[in-house]
């Protein structure tokens, strides 16, 4: 790298940095006309310094006190608007997360047991690895994501959701693309760059698919009945308004050849994961967190940088997979470089997070959703500080190529993402179908179910790829000997998939049982555990 | 029915959530500091570090190709089925390496026959044998062939000096694609030792 090179990177970075923080300053400080007041103002009369506890039994004394009716009524409508859409697309993500989850599975398995179904070629390992990506990314994780985002928007704007027909169609459409797109892969149609295997000609799907529903929230934004967009807004919009423009230039057929196309396929299968899971992701744990608890994030600053240091460094930290590629020197160190910086933004968010949960933590105990999208977001933080270390050369040398890279993927697909779309099912199913969740021990056995599977995966993953690693950079070891070093550690991430896909099997029975409206007709919320107070309530619940 | 009976769940809940306004902790203001200057020295700290690759680690250094070659392998695995491990072959059919002229004069001369093989009369070390020597050329590369050839040179009573790889790429540039020399055919071309 020469000096030139190096000064000019260090000019733009420092430029940049420093316009941020002067953006964030001017806007935390009011300079453009409204924000910390705003920010305050949010609590309609009435409602500032109530806590709620989400387990509280609702009598209608103490409700109609507690609620003002205007608050009431524009969330009713906002709910009404958004349900036949949210309900396809949530229904859709469950329906892929079952298929995600057999191929991942199989994948698995055949990392130990390559016998395993070899002779089908439908069944090959190069086939039904994209299918299970794809199919867990696109269809389980965007899907769940983008319903949950039609449901939270409206919501946020204290408006109706415009056009709920369009994104219902878009739900319709994107389902076809999914269904051709992985019967493409198993057919051997795939465009071979990893995050980007579906056929062009079916991306189109995706990209109309996608614009029915992102045009409505766009327009419901431009409806809304509030002056200060809280910061959850701000994650999903951005969320939805990224992610297209990626999807878009990276599907692109013929544009990027050679090394041009793998950085192209690099910086886009990372901002995946960057710009459009993170900040929904994010976004939700922003929104169920203080929402469940009944206090207000604890810093509107925090949420600021943390948000627009996410815009800024984001982008180009996808490069750091190829980090001993055919790119130049300079595109790798800025990779480097800005994944260490993504430890501004993820630090101000699990400030935010963890100090909003501070001294609450007893209601993990009880709330399915708050215990779902807490460890989500523990778990985002611990992901991404992760991610940082590994984009450092020194680190990358070792676990490059290993199945540790393959652990930290789930903690962060899975462990924080799935875990947080799954707390906002459980929290968004109750307000759309005016029912409760049949039976309180699914939802005990699908959290314990995921977490162990999640756990033995990645603990498993994340030793025996660095052992791995440590082995491969040893040029006298044999290169079976490696492989059979890390056979123990490949059973075991199959032990863990497997409990995870249990979980899922469980938790889709019991959306479906939901879906049906089975068990009785009850006015508590399902809980881990029924507290005391509810006890003692549920004599009124009887003579009610 | 009643909204208190359509909207249970919505009736419990708490208000939509907000923002506090707590201050941002010093700390994380040290740290964004303590970032930047981290990421100017970065940069900084790659000037003059290889323009491509992207990488600073070093490569396993790996043996060049050839200097690993085994000429004696090479002869057991190669010549060995006619000119015996010995080297004295098998009298009236395939002629002996030690001590022939063929092989210990002019390196040209072995150098023409393995790369492109011999058929024809031929005598050797006073006997007459009718050569059917096939092509080395397509199956050693000139390392190979050039460390098998200096093996049998120095190998057994044999003492002549050892045949670069640099001697068989130049035979192989000037020849090109031979066909199987015959005796007269190398005696156009070489120097014979009898």
């Not at chain 1, 997360?97 to 055949?110: E, F, I, W």
């Not at chain 1, 980090?323 to 480097?336: A, D, E, F």
């Not at chain 1, 933590?361 to 989500?376: A, D, E, K, N, Q």
């Not at chain 2, 002629?95 to 393995?114: E, K």
Request: aromatic content about 10%; some cysteine.
């Amino acid at each position: 790298m020469t000096p030139t090179i190096a000064i000019l990177l260090i000019i733009t970075f420092v430029v940049s940095a420093v316009g941020l923080l002067l953006l964030i300053w001017s806007i935390a400080t009011n300079q453009f006309g409204h924000g910390s007041l705003a920010a305050r103002t949010i609590f309609l009369e009435g409602e500032e310094g109530h806590s709620e506890d989400p387990a509280r039994t609702v009598t209608p004394e103490t409700t109609d006190d507690n609620i003002d009716a205007d608050e009431l009524r524009a969330r009713g409508q906002a709910d009404l608007s958004s349900r036949r859409a949210t309900m396809a697309w949530l229904g859709s993500a469950v329906f892929w997360l079952l298929v995600g989850s057999g191929y991942g599975l199989l994948t698995s398995a055949k990392f130990h047991w390559p016998e395993l179904l070899a002779d089908s070629e439908w069944l090959t390992f190069g086939r039904v690895r994209p299918m299970h990506l794809n199919a867990v990314a696109y269809g389980w994780a965007s899907m769940a994501g983008v319903g949950t985002a039609i449901f939270l928007i409206p919501r946020l704007f204290k408006t109706a959701l415009v056009g709920g027909r369009y994104a219902l169609t878009g739900a319709g459409i994107w389902n076809l693309g999914m269904l051709l797109g992985l019967v493409s892969i198993n057919l051997g149609l795939s465009d071979g760059e990893e995050w980007l295997e579906f056929p062009w000609q079916v991306d189109i799907l995706f990209v109309i698919g996608g614009a029915l529903c992102a045009i409505p929230l766009v327009l419901t934004a431009a409806n809304r009945r509030v002056a200060h967009l809280y910061v959850t807004s701000w994650y999903l919009l951005a969320a939805l308004v990224w992610f297209p423009i990626l999807f878009l230039l990276a599907n692109l057929p013929g544009l990027f050849p050679g090394a041009s196309g793998a950085t192209v396929n690099w910086w886009f299968a990372h901002n995946v994961l960057g710009l459009w899971v993170t900040p929904i992701g994010v976004g939700i744990a922003y929104y169920m967190i203080p929402k469940i608890l009944g206090r207000p994030i604890i810093s509107y600053q925090l949420s600021l940088i943390g948000f627009w240091s996410l815009a800024l460094f984001y982008s180009q930290v996808g490069i750091h997979h190829l980090v001993g590629g055919p790119v130049p020197t300079w595109l790798v160190t800025l990779s480097i470089v800005h994944s260490v910086m993504m430890s501004i933004p993820v630090i101000t968010v699990a400030i935010n997070h963890h100090g909003t949960m501070w001294g609450h933590f007893g209601m993990l105990r009880r709330s399915p959703t708050l215990r779902f999208v807490w460890i989500g977001a523990l778990m985002y933080t611990v992901s991404s500080l992760q991610g940082s270390m590994e984009a450092l050369r020194s680190v990358n040398v070792i676990t490059h190529f290993t199945h540790y890279t393959v652990g930290h993927a789930h903690l962060g697909m899975y462990a924080f993402l799935s875990m947080i779309l799954f707390g906002a099912i459980y929290f968004i199913m109750p307000r759309l179908l005016n029912w409760e969740w049949p039976w309180r021990p699914l939802i005990t056995l699908h959290f314990w179910l995921v977490s162990i599977g999640i756990l033995i995966y990645v603990v498993a993953l994340s030793v025996g790829g660095w052992l791995q690693g440590l082995s491969l950079l040893d040029a006298d070891t044999p290169f079976m000997d490696i492989v059979r070093l890390t056979l123990p550690y490949l059973e075991a991430r199959t032990l863990g998939g497997a409990l995870m896909t249990l979980g899922h099997l469980v938790f889709a029975v019991h959306f479906v049982a939901m879906l049906t409206r089975r068990g009785k007709d009850r006015r508590q919320p399902t809980l881990f555990r029924a507290g005391e107070r509810q006890h003692k309530h549920s004599s009124v619940e009887v003579q009610q | 029915m009643s909204s208190r009976d359509t909207q249970r769940a919505q009736r419990r809940e708490n208000p939509e959530p907000s923002e506090g306004q707590r201050p941002v902790p010093r700390l994380v203001i040290l740290w964004i500091g303590v970032l930047l200057v981290w990421g100017v020295g970065y940069y900084a700290w790659h000037i003059g570090a290889p323009l491509t690759g992207g990488d600073s680690r070093t490569a396993v250094v790996q043996e060049p190709a050839g200097s690993g070659v085994n000429g004696e392998k090479l002869f057991t695995a190669q010549c060995a089925a006619c000119h015996q491990p010995t080297g004295q072959g098998v009298a009236g059919t395939f002629p002996p390496l030690v001590g022939s002229r063929w092989l210990l004069n002019d390196p040209a001369l072995p150098v023409a026959i393995v790369n492109d093989g011999l058929s024809g009369p031929i005598t050797v070390g006073g006997d007459d044998y009718q050569g059917n020597m096939p092509a080395f050329g397509d199956k050693l590369s000139a390392e190979e062939l050039a460390a098998v050839l200096s093996y049998v040179r120095g190998a057994w009573d044999n003492d002549a000096p050892a045949i670069e790889p640099a001697r068989v790429q130049e035979h192989r540039e000037r020849h090109g694609d031979h066909d199987a020399w015959s005796v007269e055919a190398l005696g156009d071309s070489f120097t014979l030792p009898e």
